[in-house]
């Protein structure tokens, strides 16, 4: 019986201490696994945070900057002489220096700007209330600020929804209101006030100056070159677009292989960019105002006519947006008609395609073209021939089939269709194509549109004629060579993407 | 000579004074004026900020709830006890109060919570830093402060960069490179340090909770809401943009007086607002989800799916953009075939919106729709008998004319129009009708696309069938009534106006 029992006790003995393994390793697995998978997280999100700088260098850059501003901006504390300086108040030019700091150098200085001016004003307010309040007597003092301070925060905050003010100033708003606030209920004396407004508005305006001078002077980002090389970039993508998609329509068959096929979707998907760059447009126009001249740009360039040009670009993408669906759709076209317009159409796509490449290039190179208006002219000739052609139809409904097959032979001159496609086809199997070639008439007039905007952009910024810049085109002053441009470009859209 | 002196003498005299007398004038004339031209720029300005609050009370609200939140906010410094009970630390409560508080609860949330973690995090984070540099002596104290400044503070910067982080802790980012400056530099004791961190935290959590009380209770404007109404609103301005687009183009001459031309023309423009409104759905979609639950919608309600079905209306409006082009075009279409398409086209127009209001009515009440089945069943049959009337026109073009007239008896019965409408019609003057088909027949595939991605949210949301839910929908439950939403609307359309 005593051997059966420690038998037995040995047996649960084991038991036990094989269940407390197996939970021990248990525990061990699942930690082992969790720490894994949040390690693995953890580094892919690194991983595409790493991809996102490489992608866009200037991010790092600007990353960097911020260090270098800051790292100048703690000598006030580190220094001896510049910290008693500003008696003790370095504390708001760190604070001016990491709320100050932008991406772009419009947005900085907008910020400084707004934030000297905001503070300056709303101390000199909050002075004056302050002294009345501190005449009227003990009693009275708290009522009257309490009341200045509603009236006016609520002022200023209403102010932030007028859209002029809220694109502008809507910073210095709401540095108005804050610096009413601490100076108006802040319980100095006026003399006290006065000094220590002083030094807070010389530290505000050395921690401005100082971030002015980092985002200007170390490799700047401009919101309006920024801008620029959107909305071109974007013109250009258009074009790619454009072309890509009725080549795809009437060629359909030639790409073969994977690789282009991923290429040319890419390009023919382009003009999604300019579908969703509105917002980007307008917040990079509202800051490019605030920059001096660089490179190129004037510091009166006018910039809000890149917006309307993004505009009628985005007219022209949702036309083009509408027609990817329509060749997407299942209605498929007969390809006798198809072979038909073939020529013709691709000529429509290829001309408008090259009037926006032209219009890229005429804004790169800030000349007016001397090519634009032969090009607009040869659009629109092509796009009359479209209309022609398609106004021949009517007599090829009711003629023998047999011709059909000299249509191949003549296609690229589209006069002598009429006499040459004599096929009979039913309307069902051409709506496609009269959708692709209505629609095609539409981008052509909506590419005029670009055009006019473009032109009016020319007159603006006083573009001059091409044969009188071409020397200068080549000259080192022209800061960003066409390259470079390029090279941006891929980093701005990567950063769309 | 001398009375002869004394003659020219006064004429002199006399001149002068009249000469005085007209710059006198001239100079009051002209102040006059410019003061007269500031105050009427002043007054129209003002009028304008006016109307802007008249048509939106809730930024009146707004205004009046910052003033209230900043009055009692400024009860710490006016009441001895609360401020020396935060240690004279009040400002950093009155700051939290003015940066904090936005127009949406969702904002204001996001900010406080943004605000709390990122200060905490980089006042452990500072005050680690600066023990450990306090102990290493006083020449390598700057150095290592310095040095882990500069990686912090650009590391921090890039996380700005990264768009999930950018989409909900920017500011938190922000505020965790202000506060760990401040911790790091500032050259107190490191006890010091612990006390003042302590008292700053304190302010900056009950600022920051009187900012969400009085946003919350006061009247709330959530941002999940105003996107719910934003889309919605849109799903009804597309519905009526599209049906009133297909009837103006069939029933042009109807329309008869300016007024009704005027509110059809905002009707048929209506769409545009479906369009530009990508960005402002995306910001308020990321405000959305820091909400609690409120009216109607969970904590966990998804937001991301409105962002979604905004994708798919605007791909539905592009569309229909192409489509008024087209129509606006020189290409005018045979009355022929207009009168024969009229019907059904007008059909397809009608049946697609109605779906497009029934997923609105879906929307907003919350229920998965009965009738929407059918609906859609109808549009798609529509579209199918449009697809099928085009596709009887082959037969027609060869036939006499005689028999137009009878096209128009017959016109409601589209199966009896190939039999009918015996005409024959030059292509080019088809082209427009059939094109206006063409994307009709792409519009009903679009707003397909729209029913797929609410059907998604219907899913998502749990939206119950409709009939056990009817008797919920007039309790006084329901927050939210049509009406008041429909006013909500219009506050909203005026606004994006």
Same sequence: chains 1, 2.
């Avoid at 036990?16 to 390690?39: C, I």
């Avoid at 004056?128 to 009341?147: D, K, L, N, T, Y």
């Avoid at 920024?226 to 030639?254: I, M, P, R």
């Avoid at 980007?280 to 490019?288: S, V």
Wanted: hydrophobic fraction near 45%.
């Amino acid at each position: 019986m005593a051997c059966g029992k420690e038998v037995a006790k040995e047996i649960e003995w084991r038991i036990k201490v094989e269940e407390d393994d197996t939970l021990k390793r248990r525990v061990v697995g699942f930690m082992w696994a969790a720490t894994a998978g949040v390690a693995l997280k953890l580094w892919k999100f690194v991983k595409k945070a790493w991809e996102l700088g490489v992608n866009d260098p200037r991010k790092f850059i600007h990353c960097l900057k911020v260090g270098v501003a800051l790292s100048l901006v703690s000598l006030f504390y580190y220094w001896k002489p510049l910290y008693d300086g500003v008696g003790g108040n370095a504390m708001w030019a760190v604070m001016t220096v990491v709320v100050v700091f932008e991406y772009t150098a419009g947005a900085t200085i907008c910020k400084t700007v707004n934030r000297m001016c905001g503070t300056s004003l709303a101390g000199f307010l909050g002075i004056g209330v302050h002294w009345v309040a501190s005449r009227a007597g003990e009693q009275f003092e708290p009522i009257i600020i309490g009341i200045s301070l509603f009236l006016l925060a609520s002022a200023a905050t209403f102010s932030r929804f007028i859209p002029t003010i809220k694109a502008r100033f809507d910073y210095g708003a709401m540095i108005f209101i804050l610096t009413f606030c601490l100076v108006s209920i802040s319980g100095y004396r006026v003399d006290e006030l006065l000094d220590m407004a002083q030094y807070r508005m010389f530290t505000i305006i050395i921690g401005s100056i100082l971030c002015i001078i980092v985002s200007v002077i170390i490799r700047p980002i401009w919101a309006g070159f920024e801008l620029f090389v959107l909305v071109t970039g974007n013109l250009d993508k258009l074009a790619n677009s454009l072309q890509c998609c009725v080549a795809q329509y009437f060629d359909g068959s030639e790409a073969s292989d994977e690789e282009s096929d991923k290429v040319s979707e890419k390009e023919l998907l382009g003009y999604k960019c300019v579908l969703s760059s509105k917002a980007t447009e307008e917040a990079m126009a509202n800051l490019a105002r605030w920059e001096p001249g660089h490179g190129r740009f004037n510091f009166r360039h006018p910039w809000r006519q890149y917006v309307k040009i993004g505009a009628s670009m985005r007219s022209c993408a949702s036309c083009l947006d509408a027609l990817i669906g329509c060749i997407n759709s299942d209605n498929k076209a007969s390809d006798e008609m198809k072979k038909n317009m073939r020529s013709i159409s691709m000529k429509v796509g290829a001309k408008s395609a090259s009037v926006i490449r032209e219009l890229a290039t005429t804004m790169r190179n800030m000349t007016k073209s001397s090519k634009l208006d032969i090009l607009v002219t040869e659009m629109n000739s092509a796009a009359q021939d479209l209309r022609s052609l398609l106004s021949s139809y009517p007599n090829l409904v009711n003629a023998p089939s047999h011709n059909a097959k000299r249509s191949a032979q003549t296609e690229t001159a589209p006069s002598d269709i009429p006499q040459a496609a004599k096929v009979e086809i039913p309307l069902l199997q051409i709506i496609q194509v009269v959708t692709v070639a209505s629609l095609l008439i539409e981008i052509v007039a909506r590419v005029e549109g670009i055009v006019e905007t473009v032109e009016e952009l020319s007159d603006l910024a006083n573009f001059q004629p091409e044969k009188r810049v071409k020397s200068k085109q080549h000259s080192p002053d022209s800061k960003i060579s066409p390259d470079q441009q390029i090279d941006e470009e891929t980093d701005r859209t990567l950063q769309m993407v």
